[in-house]
């Protein structure tokens, strides 16, 4: 099936604003600060893991309850 040349340009010229907003938080983004905020979200999930691994009581012990996971697993970001 062909698309009229016409309204392939249409779709290119309506999504390209659309495209622009979204990419154009890429572009200052560095190599470096790509792989420190994978870093920092593996942390975090590997805190997560740990934590949710515990007892309850073991949670208790340190001072946290379950709802505390996701705060203690995001500080230090």
């Avoid at 016409?6 to 907003?21: G, I, L, N, V």
């Avoid at 691994?53 to 505390?68: C, F, K, P, S, Y």
């Amino acid at each position: 099936m062909n698309t009229p040349p016409e309204m392939t340009m249409s779709f290119y010229a309506q999504s390209r604003p659309h495209a622009d907003r979204v990419f154009s938080g890429f572009q200052s983004l560095s190599f470096s600060a790509f792989f420190t905020g994978l870093r920092n979200w593996n942390e975090a999930r590997i805190t997560r893991r740990e934590l949710n691994a515990l007892t309850d009581r073991e949670l208790q012990d340190i001072g946290l309850t379950r709802a505390d996971i996701e705060r203690v697993s995001l500080m230090g970001r």
